[in-house]
């Protein structure tokens, strides 16, 4: 698939901007902030309805009219694809001092408002950053993040079960420091136990499946952009409270009922914590290069390549689970790397229908410029195609 119309109001640093794309590598040019992260954010959120980076919708509104009556950003993309012709809208509307606007995002497939589970995927991409080195480095949280934001595009039912997780969470946690207080039953987990076990099950199989084909594209990635003298190993780690996890299970069922004698063992120290202590909300997926520890141990050259390894076997997962190329979002990434790292990259995004590269040192990727089929100068939130050598 391939984007070729994009269309962004009100959006960050964007008062109005329209750019037609090619097919091919798309190289977007400009100093730093003048607007080349927020255009490819734009995009990954049409994909996701998440932001890469902003920790609530309002950070996305322009701020020039955040406090206007009605505060809105939109962004609006034109989609072919195997599956047939995408039209997207998405809304998002900040805090606003009028009771019947409701802050949040709205979106419109083909002209038909959606649920965000249903317009999850209907755009397909993956995002590189300079932060994708946090994915190795980092805490959990974000190689959760990373699956989570990976798996949604492709599976609705993982992305619902996330949803309900996510309730269902909050209210057992809540229970918990009710029955903490003296003010509730232990006997009221029974059903809380039952429900979050059921929507982790989901979320757990789709996590191990993922992984057999991101460990083993890694892999491969991983060797090639070294020569060989590198090796990566991603192996799931489901937060099952101690119980043995290395036999992953075979299905939803197994794993539902793993993590409810998970949570039946824990019981006591839950109440005493005031939260859950088993679930994917505490799983974790563990790196290693060349056998040791990849956050301990290894030089943040080699975590660069690591995550770059990870985000090209996202790039692999995405295309074999839809039967279509997603999307390609490298955000000042390639500059970061030397000559026959780039070109690794490059050869390998050569066979996706597009990828959108953005770069503030164009002298550095000056091999790109002749390649590239559509090249654009962003500047203060306006985006012009250059058409020049």
Known sequence: MFIFDLQLANYRNYARASVRLDRGLNLFVGDNAQGKSNLLEAIYLLSTLRSSRASSDADLVRRDILHTEFPVARLSCEVERSAGNLHLD??????????????????????????????VGQLAAV??????IEIVAGPPLLRRRYLDMMISQVDRGYLRAMQRYARVLQQRNSLLKRIQAREAS????????????????????????????????????????????????????????????????????????????????????????????????????????????????????????????????????????????????????????????????????????????TTADPDRVRDMMTRATGRFVVAGGTLTRFEGE
């Not at 606007?101 to 419109?108: L, M, P, Q």
């Not at 039946?264 to 520890?293: K, S, W």
């Open 90 to 119: 998405l809304a998002i509307v900040g805090r606003t001092t009028d009771a019947s606007h409701r802050a949040g995002k709205r979106v419109r497939v083909n002209g038909v408002a959606r649920r965000a589970s249903e317009a």
């Open 127 to 132: 995002l590189f950053t300079t932060l994708d």
């Open 186 to 357: 232990s006997a009221e987990l029974g059903f809380w136990d039952q429900e979050l076990a059921h929507a982790g099950g989901v979320i757990m199989q789709a996590r191990g499946e993922a992984l057999g084909h991101l460990a083993l594209q890694a892999q491969l990635q991983m060797e090639r952009l070294s020569d060989g003298l590198e090796s990566i190993s991603l192996t799931y780690k489901p937060a099952l409270g101690g119980l043995d996890a290395e036999d992953c299970p075979i299905d939803e069922t197994e794993w539902s009922a793993r993590m409810q004698r998970a949570l039946a063992g824990l019981r006591q120290r839950e109440i005493g914590a005031g939260a859950t202590l088993a679930g994917p909300h505490r799983d974790d997926v563990t790196v290693e290069i060349n056998g040791m520890p990849a956050d301990s141990f290894a030089s943040r050259a080699q975590q660069r390549t690591a995550a770059l390894s990870m985000r090209l076997a996202e790039a692999s997962y995405l295309r074999r689970a839809l039967g279509d190329d997603p999307v390609v979002l490298l955000d000042d990434v390639l500059s970061e790397l030397d000559a026959r790292r780039r070109k690794g990259v490059l050869e390998f995004f050569d066979t996706f229908q597009q990828t959108i590269v």
